[in-house]
């Protein structure tokens, strides 16, 4: 039984936590790029970024409360949209925060400039210092770090809160206009440049399994530290802007001791200055202890080595996770420009976010188990305007940022393709999610199959020119079941090819013994099935195109001829068999039949056989109208296909439930799945006295194997729709379901 980690972390410290993760080089930092960017609208680009991170901080809350569990985004990620994007978050979101720490440190240091008299050369040694120290308090116990952090943002607000106090009285309106200086555009840009300023909302997640009360302390702590930062990043950047000179704050590395040495003399610079490497410490503090979560996340599900999931017996750590995750923090911060990559992470993050937002979206309409007792409003509204505006403001980064988070998304499908895909065979609750709506859209297609009614319905049966009675009869009988289900009509159509050389009016004028006894015996078929039959003899040069045009002629609504076997040779490799050319060709659905070594008996049983992929509804409507013409039951099943998980068993039962609800006869559902191995049979169809199954099925080697090897009468269907929406349209909806 693997270890637990210790719940011992409280409301104070969720909340310095996350607001420790927000408040670093949001506020003491990027000011002056934004300003340089948006002029004073910079004020409404922070607020407005708030605005569009509130729906994956909701998204999160929810999660968290349902799943509090160390590995936070990774975690909701993984669970929800599989572990191959689970890989991507975790692996990228380690980094981002790994980058994120490292420049918060290193950026805290022109801070410290302004108190000691020190050279430039020593940024790098003392950010390795505080680093180094970051990572050893990590590794002592969460207790340690969320007493650390509730220390350092109590001293860190109230330095910012004498900052925003005491600028107030000092405000120039003039230091406001223009106030849109880089229009909507320049809005847009600096919105996407300190959407990052909030990007530590839902750290705190990451740590969710050491929360005590997490039920009502995660949701609180997100949204309380979100909706308090928002409101302090406004009032900061007012003060800043309408204290100095926004020229002078554009130019300048410590912008926000700029605006407090215009209004509070040296003791709010030292303030300030406190207040900064503190916020920017509690960042990376915040940064090493949620990123060393999500190794230790990721190796309990076995996307990377067992050794990065192991706790520390005398700390309750996870020790190998915070020290690889400080190690890399101080190769980044020795060897690699930071900024830069800072903002390569940035996006990244925002395609986190829309990650998350969906997420959301796949537990609630996925089956798995799924109980969050913080429930996100307005859903899914929220989510989607989250995914929207989070794709938008990706368009801002710029093609550097793009590139880089595209490049680390490949690294992430790299090491899941390299080590985790043969270690996992879990699937995400978007592929249920995405599962149950196409079996939803199936089944309301099957619905619009089933009960659309249509005037002068007719079932058209091509024939072959040399018929027997007996053979005849059999097609007329699957026709006449399917015409009578619709009120409808047979026109049974008996072809005849002459050479090219005949003359196509004199063939038709000449009438042969076989012509008079095809119309006796379909007369008598007519009085038999109690379905209006009427007949004829088309005299043609090629068969293929002469019934495709005399179904287009008649308006039929069903195509009912032999199957044939495939054409071999050179002529099958360039162009196939008639039949599949009509199949290709025809105005109508098509159905082929193969009576079989036996012929048709009574269909008792009509077995519906597919693969991948939800029922055809024209499959299901034509099964359903051979069942209940012999007063018989349908089997629904599978063929070639694993054992399913839970999940997916429950998903196919419902379908097949919602699809047996639609037929006018009992149906069996055959779940969990059998296999079709070789001439075997399919698990469920023992008993049938017709295999149903799609035209475009048939390819499928375990279908080909069940049908090869079987002796009962097959119909293939082919839906004319399936036919329009396109082969790849349809292997992708199989491959879904």
């Known amino acids: 039984m693997p270890k637990e980690l210790e719940r011992d972390l409280g409301l104070y410290a969720v909340l310095a936590i996350s607001v420790g993760a927000m408040v670093g080089s949001g506020i003491f930092i990027l000011p002056a790029l934004a300003v340089d960017i948006a002029g004073p609208a910079v004020i409404l680009a922070y607020v407005v970024a708030g605005v569009l991170v509130l729906p994956a901080a909701l998204s999160k809350s929810e999660m968290a409360t349902a799943m509090p569990e160390a590995g936070g985004t990774y975690l909701f990620i993984e669970r929800g949209m599989g572990p191959l994007l689970g890989t991507v978050a975790g692996i990228g979101t380690w980094f981002a925060l ?16 302004l108190l000691f008299d020190v050279p430039p050369s020593v940024t790098t040694p003392v950010a390795l210092a505080l680093a180094t120290l970051l990572v050893v308090v990590n590794l002592l116990g969460a207790k340690q770090t969320g007493r650390l952090q509730v220390g350092i943002v109590v001293v860190m607000l109230a330095a910012l ?22 229009g909507i555009g320049g809005l847009l840009e600096a919105t996407g ?15 969710a399994e050491e929360v005590s009360d997490p039920d009502r302390n995660i949701p ?35 912008p926000v001791a700029v605006a407090a040495e215009a209004t509070l003399g040296t003791a709010g ?42 706790i520390s017996d005398r700390f309750g750590t996870p020790s190998n996770s915070i020290t690889l995750t400080g190690v890399v923090l101080l190769l980044l911060i020795a060897f690699v420009p930071l900024l830069e990559i800072a903002k390569l992470a940035s996006a990244f993050q925002i395609l986190v976010f829309v990650l998350i937002n969906l997420a959301v979206v796949a537990f609630r309409e996925g089956s ?15 989510q989607i305007f989250g995914v929207v505006s989070g794709v938008v403001l990706l368009t801002q980064m710029g093609t550097v940022p793009l590139v880089g988070a595209v490049v680390l998304i490949a690294a992430g499908i790299g090491w899941f393709g390299v080590y985790g895909r043969d270690r ?66 047979v026109v049974v159509a008996r072809f005849e090819q002459v050479p090219d050389q005949v003359s196509l009016t004199y063939a038709s004028e000449t009438e042969s013994p076989a012509d008079v006894q095809f119309e006796a015996q379909t007369s008598e078929l007519d009085a038999e099935f109690e379905v209006p039959v009427s007949s004829g003899t088309i005299v043609c040069h090629d068969v293929r195109h002469a019934v495709v045009n005399y179904a287009d002629h008649e308006d039929a609504d069903v195509l009912l ?16 068999s008639d039949v599949e050319w009509v199949l290709r060709h025809a105005p109508c659905d098509v159905a082929l039949l193969n009576a079989g070594a036996n012929g048709l008996g009574e269909f008792e049983v009509v077995g519906v056989l597919s693969d991948e992929g939800p029922y055809d509804p024209t499959k299901i409507a034509v099964a359903d109208a051979l069942a209940a013409a012999a007063g018989g039951s349908i089997t629904l099943a599978y063929a070639g296909r694993p054992d399913a998980s839970d999940i997916e068993e429950k998903t196919l039962e419902d379908y097949h439930a919602a699809v047996a609800a639609l037929c006018s006869v009992p149906v069996e559902s055959c779940v969990p799945f059998g296999t079709a191995s070789g001439a075997g049979s399919a698990r469920g169809l023992e008993t049938a006295d017709l295999i149903v199954v799609s035209a475009s099925e048939r390819t499928n080697d375990a279908i080909a194997a069940y049908l090869t090897g079987t002796d009962r009468p097959v119909l293939v269907v082919h839906e004319q729709e399936s036919e329009l929406r396109g082969r790849i349209a349809r292997t992708v909806q199989r491959r879904l379901f």
Do not use: C
Not at 102 to 107: C, E, F, I, N, Y
Not at 165 to 179: D, E, H, K, W
Not at 231 to 240: E, G, H, K, Q, S
């Open 98 to 113: 790994s980058f994120k720490g490292a420049l918060a440190l290193v950026g805290g240091v022109p801070y410290l400039l």
């Open 161 to 182: 809160v004498w900052f925003v106090l005491g600028g107030v009285p000092a405000l120039r309106g003039s230091n406001y206009t223009p106030f849109l200086r880089g």
């Open 561 to 576: 001829m032999e199957e044939a076997a495939p054409a071999s040779g050179l002529r099958g490799l360039l162009f196939g």
């Open 269 to 310: 610079v030292a303030a300030v200055v406190l207040a900064a490497i503190l916020a920017l410490v509690s960042t990376a503090n915040a940064g090493i202890l949620s990123s060393s979560r999500y190794p230790f996340a990721m190796a309990r599900d076995d996307l990377v080595p067992d050794l990065m999931a192991s």
């Open 193 to 207: 440049l300190v959407f990052v300023s909030y990007a530590g909302v839902t750290k705190v997640a990451s740590v």
């Open 424 to 489: 996992v065979d879990r699937e995400g609750a978007a592929v249920d999610a995405v599962r149950r709506q196409v079996g939803r859209n199936a089944v309301d297609r099957t619905r619009e199959t089933i009960d659309e009614s249509k005037r002068d319905y007719r079932v058209l049966v091509a024939l072959d020119h040399e018929v027997t009675k007996a053979e005849e009869r059999a097609f007329v009988r699957v026709a006449a079941d399917v015409a009578r289900a619709n009120d409808g009509e």
């Open 368 to 382: 798995a188990a799924y109980e969050p007792s913080f429930t996100a409003p307005l859903y899914p509204w929220i």
């Open 220 to 254: 609180i702590g997100i949204l309380g530290s979100l909706a308090f930062t928002t409101v302090l990043y406004a009032l900061i950047v007012t003060v800043m802007l309408g204290v100095a000179d926004p020229a002078s704050i554009a130019d300048s590395a410590t």
